[in-house]
């Protein structure tokens, strides 16, 4: 009797250890999901307060640049989006010359945008809105990213 009721308590022990090992384990995976994300999460679009990055995974708008990603060109700033796989005109208004709190290093700037298709956006352009193809929430372009 006292030989199955060791057993039997080895099994509960061997069971909530098993637990708390995967309890554990999905909430460091899951807090690396959302930190992910973090560093976009406080970035507003220049000029209206509204927020410049929005989702996560496929449906995410926003994109970390290396340094061979952003060109100035006549004056004007060209960033090359992997994501969509196409060169993306920037309006200057909604460019802002600084690095993003928590970004790795090396990090050129970021660029939060979507195809105008996906964004519901129309095919006008503007001065704000130069790209045809592509409407840019925001830009940051850390300070000698260009």
């Known amino acids: 009797m006292i030989k199955s009721l060791i057993t039997w308590a080895g099994v509960i022990i061997a069971g909530l250890l098993l637990f708390l090992l995967a309890y554990t384990l999905a909430a460091v995976v899951g807090a690396g999901r959302a930190l992910a994300h973090d560093i976009y999460s406080e970035l507003r679009q220049p000029g209206t307060g509204f927020k410049c990055c929005g989702g996560v995974g496929p ?7 290396d ?4 060109s100035e060109r006549n004056g004007s ?15 200057t208004g909604r460019i802002v010359f600084s690095g993003v709190p928590g970004e790795k290093p090396g990090t050129a700037g970021h660029w939060c945008g979507k195809p105008r298709t996906m964004a519901g956006y129309g095919w006008q352009t503007s001065d704000d809105q130069p790209d045809p193809t592509v409407w840019t929430f925001c830009a940051y372009i850390a300070p000698g990213g260009v």
């Open 59 to 65: 449906d995410a708008d926003c994109e970390a640049l």
């Open 67 to 70: 340094f061979s990603q952003i």
């Open 77 to 91: 700033f060209v960033i090359d989006s992997k994501r969509w796989g196409r060169p993306v005109l920037l309006g």
